[in-house]
């Protein structure tokens, strides 16, 4: 049975392609792709689509798609119901806290904004801590907002951590480390078993070496 | 005034032949049942909030349609049909000799996240065998699941049995608190396997039981899984499930059902609801489950004692779009008529339908003679 593959465009993509290399799988079409957005592995029956990182979610939530690989960052954001059976090791980084140097949220008496483009990523968190916090959704350039004053402190993925230095951020906390994953459809994994068991055994054995 | 023409979000009309399509489904499902014997039941679809609100319900507070009547208490829109069917065995069938089959097909509601393309009214078929034991009802139920799946004309169906007793009695010899199964239990039910290990790997735990837990998530596929599975055993309890399982296969197998059914030891959802066998069923093209069911001997509870209960649903709309629509226009009649020979085409008209025919009655100005049309369709 033939058997899709939703992959994240853009930073992860090249990683992945390169993961698919090394698995002997064929991704060719994939690096000279122009504008086409569904892809045939030469070699087996294997179709890949590119899309956003949170399409590949919902792609694969629906079964349109039997794989996806995606960040964690967006699984973390997602209220997803697929299997996330592999880390795959690429597209590393982390999840913090960050506010002025000046303005510790963890010491701050009252009412505490928090802006983030991971508003679920950040409730969850402000929420285990037992801290009662209001999040502000913010679409880029989160390190902006605590330093025109629109809020205390932000949540966001930091890779080094320039960005924030530069804005004169400080990390309070490290919430969760983050890579890309390769997620499965449950009914999928269920019908197509043997294929899909063989094509994570093969990315196992790359990311494993 | 302009009136709304939009459908609340999550909603959806059905017509023509999705609607004959879902009809028959749901027809034939419910013939099967009635065929083995189980009573159908009706209930409301508003209930209070808190008949739903204890804590075997895993069902969060939003994933609820709520409101309040008229004396301010909360009302939601039916999330499932089990709980509402505990409420009538306990309520109203306490008196009534054990055991008793029920079965259903109702609407029911959930409150999914916006713009995820779900449906949030979604019509479940199912049955509750209520008053017996696993060794005395499991076997039956799940014959009737694979009938049931079988009923949907899909290509391909796999029905997926699991035991929660896999689990649990694994997880005894841990010596652990309470508080981390159900982190556990979440990780291997999504077989998320990254997070699993990390959170193990943090456990003082012996490394025999760390393995064990890191290689739950794998345990699923043909029988074969058991036999894996009975060379990690390490206590009693794990061995005893696992033989019980392999039971039901030999049974299920000597009925001609061995194709069809898989295993997955790792499947572990609602930790305080079901209590023993777990079973999900797939189909080919159909990117949801469209089966679950369980033994939840916890939940229905009489003057005394638990009464022991399994049951299942299907999730009728899920399968809609893969069947194909069968349009026979054999039994379909169309007759024209004019005024003139009005009475003459109704009582034609009644005449064929008393033959078991699906008769459209049509004027047309221009004839005299009333004319008679076989096939076109509906």
């Not at chain 1, 269920?190 to 790359?206: L, N």
């Not at chain 2, 189980?38 to 075997?56: A, C, D, G, Q, R």
């Not at chain 2, 069917?85 to 079965?103: F, G, Q, S, Y």
């Not at chain 2, 305080?272 to 679950?292: A, D």
Request: negative net charge; contains cysteine.
């Amino acid at each position: 049975m033939s058997i899709s593959i939703a992959l994240t465009k853009g930073r992860l993509e090249q990683e992945t392609i390169k993961i698919l290399d090394k698995a002997n799988f064929d991704p060719s079409e994939l690096k000279n792709k122009g504008r086409k957005l569904v892809f045939q592995d030469k070699t087996q029956d294997i179709k890949y689509f590119l899309v956003k990182a949170a399409d590949s979610i919902t792609y694969v939530e629906h079964g349109v798609a039997d794989l996806g690989v995606v960040g964690k960052d967006t699984i973390l954001e997602s209220d997803n119901n697929c299997y996330e059976v592999l880390d795959l090791g690429v597209g590393k980084c982390g999840f913090i806290v960050a506010s002025l140097p000046e303005n510790d949220i963890f010491k701050k008496v009252g009412h505490i904004k928090i802006g983030s483009k991971y508003p679920k990523v950040a409730k969850d968190y402000f929420k285990n801590k037992g801290m009662d916090v209001e999040v502000i959704k913010i679409e880029g350039s989160v390190e902006l907002a605590p330093i025109l004053g629109l809020c205390d402190g932000i949540v966001d993925i930091m890779e080094t951590g320039t960005t924030l230095k530069e804005n004169g951020l400080v990390v309070l906390d490290r919430i969760c480390e983050i890579s890309a994953r390769l997620i499965v459809n449950k009914a999928s994994f269920k019908m197509k078993q043997a294929e899909i068991w063989e094509f994570i055994d093969r990315i196992k054995k790359v990311i494993n070496n | 005034m302009s009136k709304k023409n939009i459908l609340p979000e999550g909603t959806r009309d059905l017509i023509l032949e999705e609607c004959i399509v879902k009809r028959a489904l749901e027809r034939d499902i419910d013939k099967l049942f009635e065929k083995w014997g189980y009573k159908e039941v009706i209930t409301p679809t508003l209930e209070f909030y808190e008949t739903f609100n204890h804590n075997s319900q895993t069902l969060r507070e939003e994933d609820m349609y709520k409101f309040f009547d008229n004396r301010g208490r909360i009302l939601i829109l039916r999330p499932d049909m089990t709980i509402p069917i505990a409420r009538v065995v306990e309520t109203k069938l306490k008196d009534v000799d054990l055991p008793i089959k029920l079965r259903y097909t109702s609407n029911v509601f959930r409150v999914h996240e916006s713009l995820g393309g779900k449906r949030n009214e979604y019509t479940d078929c199912g049955v509750e065998f209520i008053g017996l034991e696993d060794k005395e009802s499991d076997l039956e139920v799940l014959v009737l699941a694979l009938e049931a799946l079988k009923k949907l004309g899909l290509n391909d169906f796999k029905l997926e049995i699991g035991n929660i007793g896999f689990f649990n009695g694994a997880f005894k010899n841990l010596e652990i608190d309470e508080e981390y199964k159900e982190t556990i239990a979440k990780f291997i039910e999504d077989k998320n396997l990254k997070s699993l290990e990390d959170y193990l790997a943090n456990l003082d735990i012996k490394e025999e039981y760390r393995i064990f837990f890191n290689k739950l998530p794998w345990l699923f596929g043909s029988k074969q899984v058991l036999e894996d599975a009975k060379k990690l055993a390490f206590n009693d309890d794990i061995k005893e499930t696992l033989e019980y399982l392999e039971k039901l296969y030999i049974e299920l197998e000597a009925l001609g059902y061995g194709e069809n059914v898989t295993f997955d030891l790792g499947m572990i959802p609602r930790l305080n609801y079901y209590t023993g066998i777990i079973f999900r069923g797939y189909g080919e093209g159909v990117g949801n489950t469209l089966l679950r069911g369980g033994r939840y001997d916890n939940l229905i509870h009489f003057s005394k004692s638990y009464v022991p209960a399994i049951g299942f649903s299907i999730d009728i709309d899920s399968v809609v779009p893969n069947v194909k629509f069968n349009n026979s226009s054999e039994e379909v009649y169309k007759i024209y008529y004019s005024q003139k020979n009005r009475i003459e085409a109704i009582r034609k008209s009644q005449e064929l339908r008393n033959q078991g025919y699906i008769v459209d009655l049509l004027t047309k100005d221009d004839i005299d003679e009333i004319k008679i049309v076989k096939g076109g369709g509906v």
